[in-house]
């Protein structure tokens, strides 16, 4: 792997963990308000709307540690990957369905977050992510 690449891939390694940290950090400090955030997404039944917001932020953080840590870095960035994706979807049905609500995706005392702003920021955080997942394969082989 080329200097260049190997720079490329601690920068997006950082760069995804440092904002999945935050989130993470953020949510599992306030799981209540993170719930109320799930259900208005409207998508699971309501008890599942408080067992996502109690383990989502969890799950988010210790991957986002991993890749700071630079360890088990392909398996942390497979799964904040495909969260990523997954909440696109989600954002991409709140489009759909014509819902105004916040993403929940970060702190709510920021203010409200539409969701296509919200699907505009995953979409650049899915560079990263994907370039993480791509290049932990050659990181690997090393």
């Known amino acids: 792997m080329s200097r260049a690449m190997l720079y490329v891939y601690h920068f997006c390694r950082l760069a995804l963990g440092g904002v999945y940290l935050?989130?993470?950090?953020?949510?599992?400090?306030d799981v209540v308000t993170f719930a109320r955030d799930v259900a208005?997404?409207?998508?699971?039944?309501?008890a599942w709307n408080y067992l996502a917001a109690a383990t989502l932020p969890y799950v988010e953080t210790v991957?986002?540690?991993?890749?700071?840590?630079n360890r088990k870095v392909r398996p942390a960035?497979?799964?904040?990957?495909?969260l990523t994706l997954v909440f696109m979807v989600a954002l991409v049905t709140?489009?759909?369905?014509?819902?105004?609500?916040d993403c929940g995706c970060f702190n709510p005392s920021q203010g409200h977050t539409s969701a296509g702003i919200a699907l505009l920021r995953d979409?650049?955080?899915?560079?990263?992510?994907?370039?993480?997942?791509r290049l932990s394969g050659r990181m690997s082989a090393r």
């Open 40 to 46: 208005n997404y409207q998508l699971l039944p309501y």
């Open 77 to 82: 960035a497979l799964i904040l990957t495909s």
């Open 123 to 133: 979409a650049f955080l899915l560079f990263p992510a994907i370039v993480t997942l």
């Open 22 to 29: 935050y989130a993470g950090v953020v949510k599992s400090a």
């Open 63 to 69: 991957a986002a540690l991993l890749l700071l840590f």
């Open 94 to 101: 709140v489009l759909v369905r014509g819902l105004d609500i």
